[in-house]
């Protein structure tokens, strides 16, 4: 049943995703198309780039959202938190329809190279290919067939004719080049680049756009704890914690961050900050050797294999049966 959820929506999602950008893209095709070839670039970017990046971004909000509310609801299929679990699949969703983002090259060293701006920012990385299908779709004149770019399956693109698309003239962002005439196409290789540019520009907002929809998710599910249970773990449970601290032995039961791990996850708190915050300053928990020193430092840098940490630990506890034996206020002494 889970898959089968899983699957339907990736497909509504997918769809959706295609549907913003493809409504955008024809707005503002009418609108370029009217405007008079000096005011066409400006068109470009004041019309079409602010409501794609502004679309997108109310989708990946949407998006983020639903794959948190299945992940929740199916939080022991998922094999890990439901936040990371949304963000992985979200971001699978983006890289199919949108590529991923574009790290800034370094300029020339030597400050004489003769590259445009555009290629100094994206050093040769390509633009995804339906990217650059959306750009066109806004910006190209009359007589250019995008039909001729679609492949063979749904929703499939033929790389060579995306690669060999020439921009109008007007659409040249590169500062030192913006004086050249706005009349006729770009070439091939110069286009490239700009288009590259625009991809850059474009995942600089959905970056953004991922990282507000995690903090709402996040509010949201600290927001929906039961007002009932938080008061009992504050109260009565944090009077069994402090017999817990006599009476229960971690160490019998995989240790103590095992067994934080394991009661704070049965106690239903997903704040991981607020867990990594006590096994580093409560519990002294530490990781000599390793790439990160302690749990806070683990889950500022890498926050997805964090969370994959404190997921096996709990598939620990489980395969050696401690985990009905650990109790659920256990994290209570460590907590902050």
Same mark, same amino acid.
């Given at each position: 049943?889970?898959?089968?959820?899983?699957?339907?929506?990736? !497909?509504?999602?997918?769809? $959706?995703?295609?549907?913003?950008?493809?409504?955008?893209?024809?707005?503002?095709?009418?609108? *370029?198309?009217?405007?008079?070839?000096?005011?066409?670039?400006?068109?470009?970017?004041?019309?079409?780039? /602010?409501?794609?990046?502004?679309?997108?971004?109310?989708?990946?909000?949407?998006?983020?959202?639903?794959?948190?509310?299945?992940?929740?609801?199916?939080?022991?299929? *998922?094999? $890990?938190?439901?936040?990371?679990?949304?963000?992985? +699949?979200?971001?699978?969703?983006?890289?199919?329809?949108?590529?991923?983002?574009m790290k800034i090259a370094h300029p020339d060293p030597s400050g004489t190279s003769e590259m445009s701006f555009a290629e100094r920012v994206t050093g040769g990385q390509k633009a995804y290919n339906w990217i650059t299908y959306w750009i066109a779709e806004a910006c190209s004149g009359e007589g250019q067939n995008l039909g001729d770019w679609l492949g063979e399956g749904e929703w499939e693109l033929d790389d060579e004719a995306v690669d060999s698309w020439q921009a109008p003239a007007w !659409?040249?962002?590169?500062? #030192?080049?913006?004086?050249?005439?706005?009349?006729?196409?770009?070439?091939?290789?110069?286009?490239?680049?700009?288009?590259?540019?625009?991809?850059?520009?474009?995942?600089? =907002?959905?970056?953004?756009? *991922?990282?507000?929809?995690?903090?709402?998710?996040?509010?949201?599910?600290?927001? #929906?704890?039961?007002?009932?249970?938080?008061?009992?773990?504050?109260?009565?449970?944090?009077? =069994?914690?402090?017999?817990?601290?006599?009476?229960?032995?971690?160490?019998?039961?995989?240790?103590?961050?095992?067994?934080?791990?394991? #009661?704070?996850?049965?106690?239903?708190?997903?704040?991981?900050?607020?867990?990594? !915050?006590?096994?580093? +300053?409560?519990?002294?928990?530490?990781?000599?050797?390793?790439?990160?020193?302690?749990?806070?430092?683990?889950?500022?840098?890498?926050?997805?294999?964090?969370?994959?940490?404190?997921?096996? !630990?709990?598939?620990?506890?489980? =395969? +050696? +049966?401690?985990?009905?034996?650990? /109790?659920?206020?256990?994290?209570? *002494?460590?907590?902050?």
């Amino acid at each position: 049943m889970f898959k089968k959820a899983l699957s339907a929506l990736e !497909l509504l999602l997918n769809r $959706e995703c295609i549907q913003v950008s493809h409504r955008v893209a024809q707005e503002a095709y009418e609108k *370029i198309k009217a405007a008079p070839i000096e005011q066409k670039r400006n068109v470009f970017w004041d019309c079409f780039f /602010p409501s794609w990046t502004a679309g997108l971004s109310d989708f990946i909000e949407k998006a983020f959202q639903e794959y948190v509310q299945l992940g929740v609801a199916n939080d022991g299929l *998922i094999g $890990e938190e439901p936040l990371q679990w949304a963000e992985t +699949n979200l971001r699978q969703l983006l890289e199919l329809r949108l590529g991923h983002e574009m790290k800034i090259a370094h300029p020339d060293p030597s400050g004489t190279s003769e590259m445009s701006f555009a290629e100094r920012v994206t050093g040769g990385q390509k633009a995804y290919n339906w990217i650059t299908y959306w750009i066109a779709e806004a910006c190209s004149g009359e007589g250019q067939n995008l039909g001729d770019w679609l492949g063979e399956g749904e929703w499939e693109l033929d790389d060579e004719a995306v690669d060999s698309w020439q921009a109008p003239a007007w !659409l040249i962002t590169s500062p #030192s080049q913006k004086d050249q005439p706005l009349e006729g196409w770009l070439d091939a290789k110069t286009t490239a680049p700009e288009v590259g540019l625009i991809h850059f520009e474009l995942w600089r =907002k959905l970056e953004e756009a *991922i990282e507000r929809a995690r903090l709402c998710a996040e509010v949201d599910i600290a927001a #929906s704890t039961d007002p009932a249970v938080e008061v009992e773990l504050l109260t009565e449970q944090t009077i =069994k914690a402090d017999a817990t601290k006599k009476d229960f032995y971690p160490q019998k039961y995989g240790g103590t961050e095992l067994c934080i791990a394991v #009661s704070y996850h049965k106690a239903g708190f997903r704040d991981l900050r607020r867990l990594a !915050l006590g096994m580093k +300053n409560v519990a002294h928990i530490k990781y000599p050797g390793q790439t990160y020193l302690d749990p806070m430092s683990w889950y500022r840098e890498d926050p997805k294999g964090f969370t994959q940490h404190l997921w096996k !630990l709990r598939e620990k506890a489980k =395969k +050696n +049966n401690w985990y009905d034996s650990i /109790p659920l206020e256990y994290y209570q *002494i460590y907590a902050r």
